[in-house]
C-alpha cells in the first residue's frame, strides 16, 4: 500500500478527517505567519488557526499582498504536472 492508498483509507474515518483538515489549516496559518515575519510584517491573521482552510482565495491574495506578495495557484495531475495556474500579482486589485 502506497502513502496515497494508506491517506484515502485513513480518512474514511470521521475523527481522522477532522485531524487532518486541523492539521492543514494549522499549516497554512502558520506559513502566513511566517511569511510576515520574514518580511518584517504581522499580517492580520486573526482566528485562522482554526478557520485558515476556510478563507477565502480572496482573503489569501490580500494576506500576500500585504507583505508585498503575489499569489499563485497551481492545479495539478497526481503525477505532479501543472495542468492550469492562476496567478495574482502583488499589485493587481483583489
Known amino acids: 500500500?502506497?502513502?496515497r492508498e494508506y491517506l484515502r483509507e485513513s480518512l474514511k474515518n470521521p475523527k481522522d478527517q477532522?485531524?487532518?483538515r486541523e492539521a492543514l489549516g494549522?499549516?497554512?496559518a502558520w506559513l502566513l505567519r511566517y511569511l510576515g515575519e520574514t518580511r518584517g510584517s504581522r499580517p492580520d491573521v486573526g482566528n485562522t488557526e482554526k478557520?485558515?482552510?476556510k478563507l477565502t482565495?480572496?482573503?489569501?491574495a490580500r494576506h500576500a499582498q500585504a507583505l508585498g506578495l503575489?499569489?499563485?495557484l497551481e492545479f495539478v495531475t497526481p503525477k505532479?504536472?501543472?495542468e492550469g495556474r492562476f496567478t495574482i500579482?502583488?499589485?493587481e486589485p483583489v
Open 1 to 3: 500500500m502506497d502513502f
Open 18 to 20: 477532522r485531524l487532518y
Open 26 to 28: 494549522e499549516e497554512l
Open 51 to 53: 478557520d485558515a482552510l
Open 57 to 60: 482565495l480572496e482573503e489569501i
Open 70 to 72: 503575489g499569489l499563485r
Open 80 to 82: 505532479g504536472e501543472v
Open 89 to 91: 500579482s502583488p499589485d
